[in-house]
C-alpha cells in the first residue's frame, strides 16, 4: 500500500471523446508525475506537477494535459481520443529531495495501481 | 535510440540462484530508480540512487556514473520475486524508462 489511489480503475471510451484520470498523492507529498504505459512496454513520462505547477513534460502532445489541486491531488486529461491512447496511465507521488548540489529533484516515487484506458 | 537501455529481457532462474539485472543510460542523471512491477500493473519503488550502492534485504543495487550502468541483483532468488524489474532515470525533471526485464522464478 502506497497511500496512492487512482481513479476509475478500469474505463473504456471511444474516439474523439474526452477522459479524465484521477490521482490522490500520499499524504505529504507535493509532487505528482503521470506515466502511460502501453501492453508489453515500459511507462512512458507523460508530465510532472509540483506545487500546482506543471515543471516537467516528455514528449506527449498538448492534447494530454494535467491539473494539481491544493491539496496536491491530480487530474489528466486526454482530450480527442485516439486508438494509440489506450494504455495503463499511472501516477506517482513523490516530496523533492536535495542533490548534494543543493538542486531540489524529484523523491522517491510511490506509485497508484493504474487506470485502464481502452480506447474503442 | 533509447535513452536506457535494460538487458535481460526476460530471465529465467531457479529458487535460490543469484540474479543480475543491468541498465545502461545515455543521459546525465540525477538519479536512478529501480522499480518492480508484478502483473496487474502496481509498481513498486524498490531503490533510488544517485552514487554507490544500496541494500535492502536480498536485494542490491549499484551504479556507476562515470559508466553510465546501474545493475539489481538478487540474492537467493524466490518465485515471489517473479515480476517486471523497470529501470528509470531522472535529468532535469524528466523520466526515461527501460522497457523492463521479466523475470520468473522457477521452485
Known amino acids: 500500500e502506497t497511500g496512492v489511489t487512482q481513479s476509475p480503475t478500469h474505463l473504456i471510451k471511444t474516439r474523439g471523446q474526452q477522459v479524465t484520470l484521477r490521482c490522490s498523492s500520499q499524504?505529504?507529498?507535493?509532487?505528482v508525475s503521470w506515466y502511460q504505459q502501453a501492453l508489453g512496454q515500459g511507462p512512458q513520462f507523460i508530465f510532472q506537477y509540483y506545487r500546482e505547477e506543471e515543471n516537467g513534460r516528455g514528449n506527449f502532445p498538448p492534447r494530454f494535459s494535467g491539473l494539481q489541486f491544493p491539496n496536491y491531488s491530480s487530474e489528466l486529461n486526454v482530450n480527442a481520443l485516439e486508438l494509440d491512447d489506450s494504455a495503463l496511465y499511472l501516477c506517482?507521488?513523490?516530496?523533492?529531495?536535495?542533490?548534494?548540489?543543493?538542486?531540489?529533484?524529484?523523491?522517491?516515487?510511490?506509485f497508484g495501481e493504474g487506470s485502464r484506458l481502452t480506447v474503442l | 535510440k533509447n535513452e536506457v537501455e535494460q538487458s535481460p529481457q526476460n530471465l529465467t532462474a531457479q529458487e535460490g540462484e543469484f540474479i543480475t539485472i543491468n541498465c545502461s543510460y545515455s543521459v546525465g542523471i540525477s538519479a536512478l530508480h529501480w522499480l518492480q512491477q508484478h502483473p496487474g500493473g502496481g509498481i513498486v519503488s524498490l531503490f533510488m540512487l544517485s552514487s554507490g550502492k544500496k541494500k535492502h534485504g536480498r536485494l542490491i543495487a549499484t551504479i556507476n556514473i562515470q559508466e553510465k550502468h546501474s545493475s539489481l541483483h538478487i540474492t537467493a532468488s524466490h518465485p515471489r520475486d517473479s515480476a517486471v524489474y523497470i529501470c528509470a532515470v531522472l535529468t532535469g525533471n524528466q523520466f526515461y524508462f527501460g522497457t523492463g526485464t521479466s523475470l520468473t522464478v522457477i521452485p
Open positions: 499524504s505529504g507529498h507535493n509532487t
Open positions: 506517482a507521488s513523490s516530496f523533492p529531495r536535495r542533490s548534494s548540489g543543493g538542486a531540489l529533484s524529484t523523491g522517491e516515487l510511490f
